[in-house]
Nanobody
Framework: QVHLVESGGGLVQAGGSLRLSCATSGATGAAVGWFRQAPGKDREFVASISRNGAGFNVADSVRVRFTISRDNVADTVDLQMNNLQPDDTAVYYC????????????????????WGQGTQVTVSS
C-alpha cells in the first residue's frame, strides 16, 4: 500500500529556505514528483525524480533555487527550497507514479497515481 506524507512546510520570510520531505512508504520503484497549488491557481509542476534517483526535472521557474533528491533506503524524497519568494506560497504536494522506466521523470499531474495530503508553505515579504 502506497502512503505519501509531506512534512517541512511552514512560514518563512522572503529569502529564507525550507526543506520539504515526502515519506514514500510503499513507493519503491516509483518516480516521485513535487507539485504546488496556490489559492485560485492550477496545480503546478515543481520537480520530479526518477525511481532510481539518476534523473530529475525541475521547473524553469524554480530551477536555480530548488533541488530534488531521494533516499531509497530511507524512502524519502526531499525538496530543498532556497531564496523563497512570496510567489512560492502554496500547498506543496508529493506524488508517485510506478513505472518500469528507471529514468522516467513525469512532469504532468495527470500521470501520477498517488498523492499526499500536502504541506503549506507561506513566504512573507
Amino acid at each position: 500500500q502506497v502512503h505519501l506524507v509531506e512534512s517541512g512546510g511552514g512560514l518563512v520570510q522572503a529569502g529564507g529556505s525550507l526543506r520539504l520531505s515526502c515519506a514514500t512508504s510503499g513507493a519503491t520503484g516509483a518516480a516521485v514528483g513535487w507539485f504546488r497549488q496556490a489559492p485560485g491557481k492550477d496545480r503546478e509542476f515543481v520537480a520530479s525524480i526518477s525511481r532510481n534517483g539518476a534523473g530529475f526535472n525541475v521547473a524553469d521557474s524554480v530551477r536555480v533555487r530548488f533541488t530534488i533528491s531521494r533516499d531509497n533506503v530511507a524512502d524519502t524524497v526531499d525538496l530543498q527550497m532556497n531564496n523563497l519568494q512570496p510567489d512560492d506560497t502554496a500547498v506543496y504536494y508529493c506524488a508517485a507514479l510506478f513505472t518500469n522506466v528507471p529514468g522516467r521523470t513525469p512532469m504532468r499531474a495527470s500521470e501520477y497515481n498517488y498523492w499526499g495530503q500536502g504541506t503549506q508553505v507561506t513566504v512573507s515579504s
